[in-house]
């Protein structure tokens, strides 16, 4: 027994001479991607993993990415947050500290997101959100950024979209209270309507998990809202919609979204219920330029699927690193020294063409770009663009 | 007042599908002793039956033009199948042989419930299926108050399901014999019943009705997940224990008595307190009646 372990550590170490002795090929960087692959959002993490992979296979094709005259492959290593808040933080410790990445790309979901960009910042590993708006995923984090836009913008976007498009005054709210980014939403449109002039006529909630909304939106009805804001995941609203036709909700209050509602499964839950809605976004693919037109064109070729937003999103978080690589002139080959190069890199990116628009990054690390508001189509499948609002804001 | 009925109407719906379900906690309670913690599980696998079923008898059924009813009633009868037949060999392969420790058959069935919802994950993955109604939808309106057929088939359904079940514990010999193992199980056996069919019987019985759940809750809330069955699950034992675990009719009013107040709690106080106040409710219930409304008070044998 003794002999044969003797044996094992030998052939062990061997082994490992061999790999430390074989020919290197280019020099590798690691990139973190830290998706929900399961959970309650299977669709976003698909399409930020997707995405990441052939943005990766794009750099990687093309020679890798030149730092300083030196080539260099990206490996992704992929982890699976669960769509939870523990797993997502649990997911950046050992992508930062195990797998030793340069950059984290991820998590999408801010629930998953600021608990992820905490353990980014105390580690300080540079890290790119593709998808969370909530303004707690950066706030006094310099080594976080995002390449979407903020909620209180986009929430406040939406607040004089639905006053002004419908002559309205009365709105009501429903959202979630377990969750970061509905919650956060749910107050700033609340802030802004009532900023604007408005009444807040309803304010209801219910907690993660929910599937009965009926009590909730009877009280909407009889409140006398002309304008329902319902900042949820594309899993909940056709709950929600269709929940609200049932009971006679929609005959007269509009039902608006926000970026949450976006994703190809949400015709497919919601079907013709949620035709004619309005929901605000980070892109519209029918007035998309060229850029944008060939990245979709060949993500579907490539996964069989159109993008949603996340795997524009996530694409631009790829090249943004891409571009801070850039920046940021040379690597070391000392982690620290060049994770924190890469995070001024990222800082001083200017007018970066993306696919899901132009962005710059604030000193807070947040982008300013424009959005987009679109309106559900089911019975053609697709989501048409109705309205582009610029950067600004409404404190 | 239209806003009351409104809400009566919401609170039906929600209650009829938490009583179909707290039954079947209730029935294995009752001649077993023991909670069936994989019971939510099993209605979560009797709602992919179903929409597995419908699937399989439209393209069956191809453009036969066979109306919505038929195929409705078609697949509740084989998610109602193919449900016992999961249940049974639940019990069977892990409860059987722990009948006589009653903590250890406790953890079996939290792991049953566990393996349940993460056999479907493998097999069906983690997205979302939209349920297709069997139901053509049509919002009636009476004075005020919309009521959908789906809503109406749900409360009918479900109402039925439960009045078959009372005939059958009240009218037949099986029946007899449930109440009787739940009365006294040492004395049973020596009437020359056979407790083990009993068991398979109520088993069969409670799992075709959370199938029945499963396509209904399907029908109300149209997506369909592999954990849909645990916070649903924990409802129904709630209102199992309210009612008085044990007995049917506790089983049936502890679920209206649920649905009412979580409806009325909603739509009272703001809804963000729904949840607390709902259950300090059902604790004040229990506090009042440990038993349950309709359990009796524990029988201490010497």
Known sequence: MLRKLILLMVVLALSGIATACAPTGPAEILVGVNAELTGAIPMVGAACKNAAEMAAEEINAAGGLEIGGKKYKIKLVIADNENKPESAAAAATKLITQDKVLIHIGANASKNAIPASSVCNELQCPMISPWSTNPNTTLYKPWVFRACFIDSFQAGVNAQFGMEEFNATKGAVLFDIGSDACYYQGFFFKNTWEKLGGQIVAFETFTTGDKDFTAQLTKIKESGAEVLYVPQYYDEVPLIVKQANRLGVTEKIHIIGHDGWESPDLCKLCGADCNGLYFTTHWAVDIAGEKTQAFIKKYKEKYGVDPDSVAGLTYDAMYLFAKAAQNCGKLTGNLATDRKCIRDGLAAIKDFEGVTGTMTPTEQGDMIKSVHIVKIDCDAGVFRWYKTVQPRTFE | ?302
């Open chain 2, 1 to 302: 007042m239209t806003y009351v009925l409104q809400q009566l109407i919401n609170a039906i719906q929600l209650g009829s599908i938490y009583a179909l379900i707290a039954l079947g906690y209730s029935m294995v309670y009752g001649v077993l002793r023991f909670i069936n913690f994989a019971h939510g599980d099993i209605f979560m696998v009797g709602a992919f039956l179903s929409y597995f079923a419908a699937l399989l008898i439209r393209r069956l059924a191809g453009s036969a033009g066979i109306p919505n009813a038929l195929i409705f009633l078609g697949s509740m009868l084989l998610a109602m199948l193919g449900t016992a037949l999961v249940a049974l060999s639940i019990e069977k392969i892990a409860y059987r042989p722990l009948r006589k420790y009653r903590l250890s058959v406790v953890i079996t069935a939290l792991g049953m419930g566990v393996f349940l919802e993460h056999m479907t994950l493998v097999i069906v993955g983690p997205w979302r299926i939209s349920f297709q109604p069997l139901i053509s939808e049509k919002v009636h309106k009476v004075a005020g108050v919309s009521i959908s057929t789906t809503q109406l088939v749900i409360i009918f359904v479900s109402i039925l399901l439960m009045l078959i079940l009372e005939f059958i514990v009240r009218q037949t010999k099986q029946g007899m014999a449930m109440r009787a193992i739940s009365y006294d199980r040492e004395a049973v056996p020596l009437m020359g019943v056979n407790v083990d069919h009993i068991v398979t019987l109520t088993f069969a019985i409670a799992s075709c009705l959370a199938a029945a759940g499963g396509l209904l809750y399907a029908h109300a809330y149209p997506i369909i997940e592999p954990y849909m069955g645990i916070m649903v699950g924990w409802k129904a034992f709630i209102s199992a224990v309210v009612g008085g675990i044990g007995v049917i009719r506790g089983a049936m009013l502890g679920g209206y008595i649920l649905g009412f107040v979580e409806i009325a709690a909603g739509a009272i106080f703001p809804s963000r307190m729904r949840d607390l106040i709902s259950f300090v409710v059902l604790m004040l219930v229990l506090l009042a009646k440990p038993t349950g409304i309709f359990g009796l008070p524990l029988r201490q044998k010497v």
